[in-house]
């Protein structure tokens, strides 16, 4: 099958199914949390408010995953003090501030020469430019997730259901929801170059929404949702490369499809009367 073989004979190619297939493993695992706790705006604003950093990274020559990570934090922390002092509901900072990060984005890579060129991969990633370096900072990523998902699922499920349990079991929730945050600072931090921050949404919540249906258990979902990632990754790519389109929005419009068909057949497969 030539179609499917050709486009990873280029190593550009093969280096973005690596790339994108470790952010789905990232995406899978943390957005498994992100649709159980119901966290899916906050990943919108967390991917919204690494812009400014990401842009002024991107003008000075500075690692870009290090200004997007600096301006997530600060994304986060600004949404509480807003609640805390401002007296506004969480959905009413996060839209404020997302709003506000992505102007402060735009106006900041506007200095650049190569303004439209940044601003496009910024917004939509860019899957093909990625390097080995970005692979093994993708691989440090996926370790960091997995191995403090594993660590903290006790603590996740606990307060995900009863904080109040949580706490007299001595589960410490308030610690579970901070690093559940930093995990989704992570997820989309980086993924970032893989979808861009606009689409990276998408890869975190598609996988695990396509994956519910066909799972029971937290755990199993993570394996199935990052398969589901995978496969997204694939056919992004494959699109891309036939019917020359975007790869970023191509990986995340597949995720978008394979949820809607994951849910398609789940519904087909569950109703009474069914040919067996």
Not at 13 to 28: E, H, P, S
Not at 242 to 258: E, P, R, Y
Request: with cysteine.
């Amino acid at each position: 099958m030539p179609w499917l073989t050709e486009p990873f004979t280029a190593d550009f190619v093969l280096r973005a199914l690596v790339g994108g297939g470790l952010a789905a493993v990232i995406c899978g695992v943390v957005g498994t949390w992100v649709v159980v706790r119901g966290m899916a705006f906050l990943g919108e604003a967390i991917g919204h408010g690494m812009l400014p950093g990401v842009a002024l990274a991107t003008v000075v020559g500075a690692p870009v995953m290090l200004g997007g990570a600096v301006s997530a934090v600060a994304m986060s922390g600004l949404v509480g003090v807003l609640q805390r002092r401002g007296r506004l509901s969480y959905d009413t900072s996060i839209g404020l501030l997302f709003v506000a990060m992505l102007s402060l984005g735009v106006i900041i890579v506007s200095h650049s020469r190569s303004y439209a060129t940044d601003a496009t991969a910024i917004l939509f990633g860019d899957v093909l430019a990625i390097d080995e370096d970005d692979l093994v900072a993708l691989l440090v990523a996926a370790a960091v997730a997995v191995v403090v998902t594993a660590t903290l699922h006790r603590s996740f499920v606990a307060a995900a259901f009863d904080r109040r349990v949580a706490a007299t079991l001595g589960l410490r929730p308030q610690l579970a929801q901070l690093a559940l945050v930093a995990l989704v600072t992570l997820a989309v931090v980086s993924s970032y170059q893989a979808v861009g921050s606009l689409l990276v949404v998408g890869l975190l919540l598609a996988p695990s929404v396509a994956a519910t249906p066909w799972t029971t258990s937290i755990p199993t979902r993570m394996v199935v949702a990052v398969g589901f990632g995978w496969l997204a990754v694939l056919i992004g790519l494959l699109c891309s490369w036939h019917a020359d389109t975007a790869a970023g929005a191509s990986i995340a419009a597949a995720a978008i499809a394979l949820a809607a068909l994951s849910s398609v057949a789940a519904q087909t497969l569950a109703r009474p009367g069914r040919p067996s």
